[in-house]
């Protein structure tokens, strides 16, 4: 489950895998303020604001998570032989990804 922070105003400013402080709140990864979150974050690096860096690494972070899903569907990995903690990450990603309408993957759905 993610957690997240709020500001005095009530809104969710930081989302993290793990309690930040003992203000974190733990909260269902497709709960309405966590995919607006998301979505405000997604945004203000499609317009170019915040750290390349940061850019790059979410865009891998997808690539990654795609190429797993695929290994998997090719039956090259089993995703019970992943760590539990891996297991947990791809299953709350996926989702969020249907909650999204879709899986949305950068590899082709109908790859066999």
Do not use: C, W
Not at 41 to 64: C, K, M, Q, S, Y
């Amino acid at each position: 489950m993610p957690y997240v922070l709020r500001d005095d105003d009530g809104s969710v400013v930081a989302l993290s895998e793990v309690p930040l402080n003992d203000e974190s709140e733990e909260v269902e990864p497709d709960h309405p303020e966590v995919l607006d979150f998301v979505g405000r974050v997604v945004a203000l690096r499609e317009e170019g604001i915040g750290d390349p860096f940061l850019a790059a690494d979410l865009d891998f972070v997808r690539v990654a998570e795609d190429l797993i899903e695929l290994l998997i569907k090719k039956g090259v990995i089993v995703l019970g032989d992943l760590p539990v903690e891996a297991q947990e990450k791809l299953m709350g990603r996926r989702a969020l990804r249907h909650s999204l309408g879709g899986t949305g993957g950068l590899v082709d759905d109908e790859v066999e």
